[in-house]
């Protein structure tokens, strides 16, 4: 055999050539704008099917109905991006709720007792972190313990009843408007925003990165890996109660398991916005689209009169086709 014929047949075979569509799913960037063909997609799907839903005021009950959910997510977002991951945010939600009201039924100011909120919030956070950081537990267990904790504390507190809510200044956090638009919705784009140019814009937003995508790695680079954590787990404890503070503003009660119901939509939201539940990888716009997507799905098919467990069956399937897409795109990466 020449040397000619020899280099020839030890020579690496020539990269398959993908197609263009291939290469268009393999970007960054395709996920959001799958997402936002979708959610484009419901809009004029739902419109064509009912007269009411493109109306001012039913887009504006959406949006008010999901702040809550998207103040969740959006905090829920660089968590998992870090590595960690928060179940019990809903049962803070309902505890921190729980707590303005008691506060107001024995006369002390109610602001007073929304900053308490907050701050038992902000702990809540830190137990979790000091828990799944520290001791090395596993987050899915350390934070299922406690979101079983903080429910059965509200319940206690409460007698499960929900606790009334009406003070108008208050009120308005859940109902009020700013130049026609929602606060919940001002309030939870403005999270969004603020969350983005930390993670985008900010030397912690590479550490959240490095955090979730190879934590050994990077705390041998020096990264602070725990205290990384540490503070999102105290970030997401703060959006726990803020959220719930605003849909206790927006029902005018406080119930104890108002926002427990909405874990799973919470999660769906994340992962439906791209982000990896192994970490490293996810974007809080894509969350926010993957919020709205929720929201519009839930909407639109109450407006069809669509059965309740046909919607969770619909949830479902759309969830499944989103992760399924998403690990396709992130094996055309690769």
């Known amino acids: 055999m020449s040397k000619s014929n020899l280099v020839a047949a030890h020579a690496p075979a020539p990269a398959a050539r993908r197609r263009p569509a291939a290469d268009m799913l393999a970007r960054p960037t395709a996920g959001i704008v799958l997402l936002l063909g979708f959610y484009v997609v419901l809009l004029i799907a739902f419109a064509l099917l009912s007269p009411f839903f493109l109306t001012i005021s039913n887009l504006a009950n959406i949006g008010t109905n999901m702040a809550f959910i998207g103040l969740m997510a959006a905090a829920g977002t660089p968590l998992i991006i870090g590595g960690g991951l928060d179940l019990s945010v809903a049962a803070v939600a309902g505890l921190a709720g729980v707590i303005v009201a008691l506060a107001h039924a024995s006369g002390i100011n109610i602001w007073l007792g929304c900053i308490v909120a907050l701050v038992i919030g902000g702990s809540v956070g830190v137990l979790n972190g000091v828990i799944v950081t520290r001791l090395r537990l596993n987050p899915l267990i350390v934070t299922l313990g406690t979101m079983s904790i ?144 929720l929201g519009t799905l839930n909407n639109g098919l109450t407006l069809m009169n669509v059965s309740s467990f046909w919607q969770d069956v619909t949830r479902g399937v759309v969830l499944l086709l989103a992760v399924g897409l998403d690990q396709l795109r992130v094996r055309l990466q690769g």
Do not use: C, D
């Open 150 to 293: 903080f429910s059965g504390l509200s319940m206690v507190m409460t007698g499960g009843l929900s606790k009334p809510l009406f003070v108008p200044a208050f009120n308005w956090l859940g109902s009020g408007r700013l130049l026609s638009v929602p606060f919940p919705v001002i309030l939870m784009l403005v999270v969004f925003l603020v969350l983005w140019l930390v993670l985008s814009k900010t030397p912690f937003g590479r550490f959240v990165y490095a955090s979730g995508g190879n934590p050994e790695a990077s705390s041998l680079l020096g990264v602070p890996v725990e205290r990384t954590q540490m503070i999102l787990y105290v970030v997401s404890g703060i959006s726990g109660a803020a959220a719930g503070i605003v849909l206790a503003a927006m029902l005018g009660a406080a119930a104890p398991n108002a926002a427990s119901q909405h874990l799973l939509t919470i999660i769906a939201a994340i992962i439906l916005g791209g982000t990896s539940l192994f970490g490293g990888r996810g974007s809080v716009w894509g969350t926010l689209i993957a919020v709205l997507i």
